[in-house]
């Protein structure tokens, strides 16, 4: 009866948690459109039948449970921008098919209805968003986890307690904003600019969902303290700050029902090498039941992975001592990152501590399905990857993920959590990727399709001349070079390198079996001055000795230029352009 009680008010409660409260428009904006308290109580009812039924077929269909949660985002908001775009062109729902096969049925009286006050449209509305509203209370999990496997009718009162607490606070909040649109006399005409405008919020709110970024508001909001789980944590009897802990997890699942919802984390295949590791082999199954894993796939000329080493190195000094292990998958791009004592430079370099392997031959990466860098992986005391984040950012969320991974271990094993030092990631270099108007460009013949004096994707000798005009994001080579299908490897004295770039910093994957002196200016040869990269020197010059990324213009706003190298003798092996 208690958890009844509880499950209730949980219901209320998850309206107001951050996962909900960006989709609160959807709810409120979708029954103001009409002007009728009918298609408030469609939705609200609508969405916490789907609740439930989500819930049922979570615990009876394991095909179900192995949808990938990324469907269920694409799913909810692609729905959310139909029914946006169906606001702003309200003939565009005549066009549907199913519509038209409605009123050919014997339905078409029910059809007739739906296209005039959306009955179906509203149900659909309300079931779609059921998947993301049930994943937002600990209590949710704790009838999902626990009641239910216990007792089928117990946990289906439960559940239809908290749906109907969900469902009733949403639509008390529908009709206070139906009264507010009232008594300001707003026109709510199909064709109207308020209908228009919830229209347009809806499709807003539908991209958030589809492409993840509700789930980063979530982040913020948390990280600013706002989150109201915490009293269901005070009535659930969990210590403030601490997650749930009914079936012995921080998530409120079992070990077993965990296989239900998250994918075991394979093993790490066959490694071609140990850093860090004192000579020994390591594993992630040593780490079952004693500690949380991070694992994250690098290569180090990658400069987008280069620039998450340093959220990686706080990481691990702050949560080590608390149980968390991080392993560097280290899989290579070029040819050079196979060997090992490039790698160790590079950890060593970097100031990494914690274990890496080399995936040399993809094995680990193809045993995760993965197919980016870089890309971090958290795979909890059970060994089930509970989080999954590919490219920079998110640092705040994939933050939050390792500390509910912690907690859960901390009450597991029985063990308290020792103080957390204040470290902060050093060197955090920003890129506004949205600024960046220049792609990665390959020297190499097998990708080199930016290549624009020269035989693009051809192997051998080519002798070159740099035109007069450069088109942008196009990569001009003078003098003599011999390309392969990772390089072109300068075999001329003075041979130079330009490129007409739109960012602000500009990076150079390079090898050398020598020293190699280059020059680099911008713009006409002008000096770069404290633009400089971290690798060129007060004269303009790097020395390209091992084989890395260089970091040749740091600029101080975006805006479009044009890099210069020149090449003092033969032997550069150049690999890529990237910018940041």
Not at 421 to 444: C, I, M, Q, R, W
Request: glycine share 10%; aromatic share 12%; hydrophobic share 45%.
């Amino acid at each position: 009866m208690i958890l009844f009680l509880i499950s209730f008010v949980a219901g209320v409660l998850t309206v107001l948690a951050p996962c909900v409260l960006p989709l609160l428009p959807v709810i409120v904006g979708g029954s103001l459109t009409t002007g009728s308290l009918r298609r408030a109580y469609v939705i609200c009812i609508s969405l916490g039948g789907s609740v439930i039924v989500f819930t049922l077929l979570l615990k009876a269909s394991t095909a179900f449970i192995n949808v990938p949660q990324s469907f269920w985002q694409w799913f909810s908001g692609g729905i959310l921008i139909l029914f946006g775009l169906v606001m702003i062109f309200p003939r565009l729902w005549d066009s549907l098919g199913f519509v038209n096969l409605l009123n050919r049925s014997s339905n078409k009286a029910l059809a007739v209805g739906y296209q005039r006050n959306s009955l179906w449209g509203d149900m659909l509305m309300g079931a779609a968003l059921g998947p993301v509203f049930a994943s937002c209370s600990p209590t949710y999990f704790v009838i999902l986890a626990t009641v239910l496997p216990a007792s089928f009718f117990m946990g289906f009162l439960d559940l239809l307690a908290y749906a109907v607490g969900l469902s009733g606070f949403l639509f008390i909040i529908a009709l206070a904003g139906q009264r507010l649109v009232d008594r300001l006399g707003v026109t709510i005409e199909p064709g109207g600019w308020f209908r228009k405008t919830i229209g347009i919020l809806f499709i807003i709110v539908g991209l958030g969902v589809a492409t993840g970024v509700s789930a980063r508001v979530e982040a913020w909001l948390l990280e600013r303290g706002f989150d109201a789980t915490k009293y269901e944590h005070i009535l659930l009897g969990a210590p403030m700050g601490t997650p749930v802990n009914t079936s012995g997890t921080s998530t409120g699942l079992t070990s077993e029902s965990k296989a239900l919802v998250y994918k075991k984390a394979p093993e790490l295949v066959t490694p071609d090498g140990y850093i860090n590791t004192g000579g020994k082999p390591i594993t992630i199954r040593e780490f079952n039941g004693k500690k949380v894993v991070l694992l994250d796939i690098w290569t180090y000329s990658c400069i987008n992975c280069q620039r998450t080493l340093p959220y990686l190195k706080a990481w691990y000094e702050k949560y080590s001592a608390n149980g968390l292990e991080i392993i560097g998958v280290h899989t290579p791009e070029f040819a050079f990152e196979h060997v090992l004592s490039n790698v160790q430079a590079a950890v060593t370099g970097f100031g990494l501590e914690y274990p890496v392997v080399l995936d040399n031959e993809y094995q680990t990466w193809n045993a995760l399905g993965n197919q980016y860098w870089p890309r971090k992986y958290l795979i909890d005391i059970d060994g089930y990857i509970v989080y999954d984040h590919i490219g920079e950012g998110n640092y705040a969320e994939t933050e939050e993920a390792i500390k509910k991974a912690l907690a859960e271990r901390a009450l597991r094993l029985g063990v308290e959590v020792s103080a957390v030092p204040e470290t902060k990631p050093a060197e955090v270099v920003v890129v506004n990727a949205a600024l960046v108007d220049s792609p990665e460009t390959y020297f190499g013949a097998s990708r080199n399709q930016y290549l624009g004096n020269g035989t693009q994707g051809l192997t051998g000798v080519q002798t070159l001349k740099t035109p007069e005009h450069l088109q942008p994001n196009m990569l001009y080579l003078d003098g003599v070079w011999n390309f392969t299908g990772e390089y072109a490897k300068s075999t001329s004295v003075k041979a130079q390198i330009q490129f007409r770039y739109d960012a602000k910093n500009v990076y150079f994957v390079a090898a050398s079996d020598k020293p190699i002196k280059i020059r680099v200016t911008r713009d006409g040869g002008k000096t770069l001055g404290d633009e400089r990269g971290a690798d060129v020197d007060r004269n303009g010059e790097a020395t390209i000795r091992e084989d890395r990324l260089y970091k040749l213009i740091n600029g101080a706003d975006y805006g479009e230029h044009t890099i210069e190298i020149e090449v003092e003798n033969s032997g550069l092996e150049a690999y890529t352009f990237t910018f940041g």
